[in-house]
């Protein structure tokens, strides 16, 4: 048998607590927590960056669906990665409005 300590796990009570601290203070200002939490990451560089990503990916997808119409793929072939790149781009760029989205409602609730 191993001789080891149970240690505290401090870090995620630590996390929880701060967590627990803002959304309380969320809803004293009458605002979502989550949308408060969204507002805070948005706020941040990584978001920026985050952003850049996406962006830089849905410009990828267009050119795989060109590159299809370059190599002559069929039809059905190009309708089908057109949709699929149309969906993506779709799913990513409502994950950002939702994103961006939380400075308004954050915005409106605070003012």
Known sequence: ME?????PDFIN????ARADVEDERAKSKG??????ALYEMSQTRGWEIAKRIIS???SE???IVNKAIEKGA????IGILTMIAKETKDKL???VFRIDG???IVKQGEG
């Open 3 to 7: 001789d080891s300590a149970t240690r």
């Open 13 to 16: 009570t630590i996390r929880q």
């Open 31 to 36: 605002l979502d927590p989550e949308d408060a």
């Open 56 to 58: 830089s990916l849905t």
């Open 61 to 63: 997808l267009d050119e």
């Open 74 to 77: 069929d039809f059905r072939d």
């Open 93 to 95: 760029e409502s994950f």
């Open 102 to 104: 939380s400075r308004e």
